[in-house]
């Protein structure tokens, strides 16, 4: 692994980034040479230009590759709302793992996943489950 490659990884897993592939991820966002919010050229020796992995904060989860003026202007507080975009699902980075979550009629139920699609198939079993009680 180059100098640059395994400086970059340890940099994002430091800032809480999760992925199952990090050699993928690396590479896929390397490979992109302009803003996917602004549409600007990647340029290394201007700051504002530099390229910057987006990632949810409270998730971990890589969003986009942006520009770094992007970076620092971008609306987390609409994006960061730790549920995924799943409701009752969110990461738990004490537990480095996805939580399961749900109160029906004083019953909790509290689970947790090493993968999100484990999250979500669960979720699904649940409400599969719920909706039989219904009817």
């Known amino acids: 692994m180059d100098r640059h490659k395994y400086l970059t990884i340890y940099k994002w ?4 980034v999760i992925c199952d ?3 993928k ?3 896929y966002h390397m490979n992109i040479n302009i803003c996917q919010l602004c549409n600007i050229k990647f340029n290394k020796d201007i700051k504002n230009q530099r390229r910057c992995l987006d990632h949810d904060h409270a998730t971990g989860l890589y969003r986009q590759t942006i520009c770094h003026k992007c970076n620092l202007q971008f609306d987390r507080k609409k994006q960061n709302n730790n549920k995924l975009g799943y409701k009752n699902i969110c990461f738990d980075k004490s ?3 996805y ?3 749900k109160s029906i009629n004083g019953k909790t139920t509290q689970k947790y996943f090493k993968t999100l699609s484990e999250a979500l198939c669960f979720k699904y079993i649940q409400n ?3 909706q039989s009680k219904l009817t």
């Open 128 to 130: 599969l489950k719920h």
């Open 99 to 101: 939580k399961y979550h």
């Open 95 to 97: 537990r480095n793992r």
């Open 25 to 27: 991820l690396y590479k």
């Open 13 to 16: 897993t430091s800032r809480g």
């Open 21 to 23: 592939n990090f050699d």
